[in-house]
């Protein structure tokens, strides 16, 4: 039961992006990608590079640099970018692989990710492309050990009338794991997920605009012995919701989000010659809220803040008929910072600590100035 429940939060991010160029921003706004427009939005609607041509970004995750990508227009079939990052891949029931200092790895290293879009008279398409992937060979006369996993995402997005934006989403994960004599060990079972949504842009009026959104997925993944033991794991998930950006002023921009989401998850145990067993576990978030703010203090300097607020109940239910719920609420709290030095733009992700501490210069006192914080230069 606690493996499914461990499962479960891996998963509360199924409608998550990974990390990249202006997280930083959506994140201190409260984690609203999904309802306002940013460079970030091409991770789940790839159509929308068109908006954002012709930069190099960056992300810092702490004291680690988490991505590099660039955007380029003008490109013969369309807008083009192409990312690195250390985003990995990870499967509950996939074999560890081992690196080449003997360590062994929680999940498959990202290689690359590739996007494309392209505007056409009735709508703009978009494509983008992931791929993961480690693997370790050993090709002794007694040892034939042979452990690889490989990881790949499609998602295509498409904007309609301008106003419009869907996207569909394929993932799948396979891997190859054999013993020492060159047997089969495991391998995968299904292992796959798939996802589509969309959000439509309803402008009220000048300084408001309305942002339905929703977004279904199916989880899968599992594993099959050399004996025919199999387990299998499957999630259900959506959300909806409605958000708002209201243009409070000059250079002042407030949004707000209210939604719902729900995530049932089943974890069965199918040996050979002997009963099924299930385990179910299930998630609630009725409702969650977020709010944010940003503005234009100077020319240079935009400041954030943003909150999350989501009320949860949390259930399980084993084999036995045996069951626990919880209920419960957390809060996130964000403050950020954009500074602007011409073509050159850095968000920051600010620790609030660093208010009262100071810099070190003046307090003794060491801390982050910031968690996170992303870099974007535009070119024309």
């Known amino acids: 039961m606690k493996r499914l429940l461990g499962i479960l939060v891996l998963c509360l991010f199924v409608f998550a992006s990974v990390a990249s160029a202006t997280q930083t921003r959506v994140q201190t706004l409260g984690d609203v990608d999904h309802i306002i427009k940013d460079d970030f939005n091409i991770w789940t609607f790839p159509q929308s590079l068109t908006l954002y041509p012709n930069r190099f970004i960056a992300d810092i995750d ?93 998602t295509l997005g498409a904007t309609f009338m301008s106003n419009i934006d869907a996207y569909f989403a394929f993932n799948t994960y396979t891997w190859t794991d054999e ?6 060990v495991t391998e995968p079972s299904g292992n796959t997920t798939i996802e589509f949504g969309g959000r439509y842009w309803l402008r009220m009026s000048d300084n408001v605009t309305l942002v339905p959104y929703g ?90 803040f943003g909150a999350v607020k989501m009320w949860s109940s949390r259930n399980t239910e084993d084999n036995d008929g045996n069951k626990e719920s919880w209920g419960f609420a957390g809060t996130d709290l964000y403050v950020g910072v954009g500074l602007h030095f011409g073509d050159l733009d850095i968000d920051a992700n600010v620790d609030p600590g660093f208010f009262t501490r100071g810099p070190y210069l003046l307090s003794g006192q060491t801390g982050d100035m910031a968690f996170n914080v992303s870099l974007r230069y535009v070119w024309d």
């Open 215 to 304: 977004a279904f997925a199916l989880i899968g993944e599992g594993v099959k012995d050399a004996a025919g033991n199999e387990i299998t794991y499957s999630t259900t998930a959506f959300m909806l919701g409605v958000g708002h950006n209201i243009n409070a002023g000059y250079g002042v921009l407030a949004v707000t989000d209210l939604g719902i989401r729900f995530q049932s998850s089943k974890e069965e145990n199918k040996p050979v010659g002997a009963a099924k067993t299930e385990d179910k576990a299930g998630l609630t978030n009725l409702p969650y809220f977020r709010i944010g703010l940003e503005s234009e203090v100077s020319e240079k300097v935009d400041i954030r």
């Open 62 to 154: 702490g004291s680690d640099l988490h991505s590099i990508g660039a955007h380029l227009s003008g490109c013969l079939l369309g807008s083009m970018a192409m990312y690195f990052s250390t985003h990995r891949m990870v499967n509950v029931y996939a074999p560890l692989i081992e690196d080449p200092d003997g360590n062994q790895q929680v999940g498959i290293d990202q290689k690359i990710d590739l996007f494309w879009a392209r505007e056409f008279n009735t709508a703009t398409l978009g494509l983008a492309l992931s791929y993961y992937g480690n693997s370790h060979k050993k090709d002794f006369t007694a040892d034939q050990t042979t452990k690889s996993a490989t990881g790949l995402g499609l």
């Open 179 to 184: 013993d020492s004599l060159g047997n089969k």
